[in-house]
């Protein structure tokens, strides 16, 4: 009988690396969140290794007292991999590897795997691999070895991987075909938008950094039943749901792709069609993990990702999330949790935990209060010939009174202000 391969026993070991210089205020914190993300794509950590430079060596990233320093840890801990907190330039990766004599990875390789082992839809997978190909286009000479599919592990995953062992050209013939079939998905987002707004639907884009809990309150809220896991990235492709409030108004809701530190600019780039989503919403709701020591910096990530982005005059309404998770951190008396601030760049502000259900109705009141700002009081009596009309108030808008008169059906209800005008004249 042919003997079993304990798989286990192949996992990646990898030791971070990060360079801490005088503009990088929080290097630990930000390893942290490399440990993490690398944890996501199915490594091991063995070792964290930070040097304190006045700026990052432009050959080989760390200087020559850490990288023998590095060498030596890779043997005592039998690791298989280093990956550095910064993306690195096609000669530091490949003079790195050659110094250390073993697979170097950056902060954007671990992201693309990630990304690349999430992906589900048509539009997600080729997001990933444009990006993963602009990625490795500039780093093919350096990156050798690890291109290789034997290898395995962190940076082969993805629909891109049998492209990456081709030639420059054939990359840039691919990143060309992509880039067109990307322009495909787009024109049918683009029609999927223009019959929403035809329907007079306000939309609402839930975004935040990554981990936040988007995807659970999109399900607390509408009951979509999309994966929401305790993990970085768990949500890549977005997902759009009807939810009908409870004075009958509705609001399409779409959870998007979570943000983080260091978010490579060719990243962004790939994946501007699926952050559209934000741009094309008239109410932003930022979800903020209340309970990380962290949050002032996420929710500073965000904000400058969702100006980079062009996503401004927005009403915006912060959501501050996992407030039980907050509360039990207090009562132990954790000195990293924050307390929670007032948002003062936001138009609203609301308190609640998405896993439990709490503040879900002070949410609802603001969601209310928002469309209803958007909307025209309209007072007008119908002529029986014109009943129809009322079908339309209430598909459309928010019926508040109707009452049967002799000279036709009194109406007072709220409605949307391109709609009012029509109604009005009639």
Not at 250 to 276: C, N
Not at 292 to 299: I, K, L, V, Y
Not at 335 to 358: C, H, K, L, N, W
Request: one cysteine or more.
């Amino acid at each position: 009988m042919a003997e079993l391969i304990d798989l286990s026993e192949l996992q990646e070991k990898v030791i971070l690396v990060a360079v801490s210089t005088a503009e990088e205020e929080d290097t630990p914190a930000s390893l942290d969140e490399l440990e993490e993300l690398a944890s996501t794509a199915g490594a091991v950590t063995v070792a964290r290794i930070i040097q304190n430079r006045e700026k990052v060596h432009p050959g080989t990233y760390l200087g020559k007292g850490k990288i023998d320093e590095v060498r030596e840890l890779l043997w005592d801990t039998r690791a298989t991999g280093v990956i550095c907190d910064d993306e690195l330039s096609p000669a530091q990766l490949r003079n790195l590897e050659d110094a250390l004599d073993t697979k170097v990875m950056d902060r954007t390789m671990v992201i693309l795997d990630i990304f690349a082992s999430r992906a589900s839809t048509r539009e997600g997978k080729i997001q990933v691999e444009l990006a993963q190909l602009k990625y490795r286009a500039v780093r093919l000479v350096g990156m050798r070895n690890s291109l290789s599919r034997l290898g395995g592990g962190i940076g082969t995953r993805g629909p891109g991987e049998k492209k990456l062992e081709t030639d420059r050209r054939l990359i840039h013939q691919r990143i060309g075909q992509l880039k067109e079939e990307l322009a495909d998905v787009k024109r049918h987002r683009e029609v999927t938008r223009q019959q929403r707004e035809k329907n007079f639907a306000l939309s609402a884009a839930i975004v935040g950094y990554t981990n936040a809990g988007k995807s659970t309150l999109l399900n607390r809220l509408t009951g979509a039943g999309i994966l929401a896991e305790d993990k970085l990235f768990a949500t890549l492709d977005p997902t759009t749901r009807s939810y009908t409030l409870e004075d009958g108004q509705q609001i399409l809701l779409t959870d998007t792709v979570g943000f983080i530190r260091k978010l490579p600019h060719h990243l962004i780039e790939a994946f501007k069609s699926t952050l559209e989503e934000a741009r094309y919403s008239d109410i932003v709701l930022h979800v903020v993990d209340c309970s990380n020591p962290q949050m002032d910096m996420q929710m500073h990530v965000v904000k400058e990702t969702l100006k980079e982005l062009e996503i401004v005059d927005k009403t915006i309404v912060t959501v501050f999330n996992k407030v039980d998770r907050f509360r039990e951190l207090e009562a132990m008396g954790d000195s990293s949790v924050m307390q929670i601030p007032r948002d003062f760049s936001s138009d609203y502000q609301v308190r609640i935990s998405a896993r439990t259900g709490e503040g879900m109705e002070e949410l609802q009141k603001v969601l209310q209060a928002i469309i209803r700002s958007r909307r025209i009081l309209l007072e007008k009596v119908f002529p029986y010939s014109r009943a129809g009309r009322i079908q339309t108030i209430r598909k459309y808008g928010q019926l508040l009174e109707e009452e049967y008169q002799e000279d036709g059906i009194a109406v007072k209800a709220y409605v949307p202000a391109e709609l009012f005008g029509k109604l009005y004249s009639d």
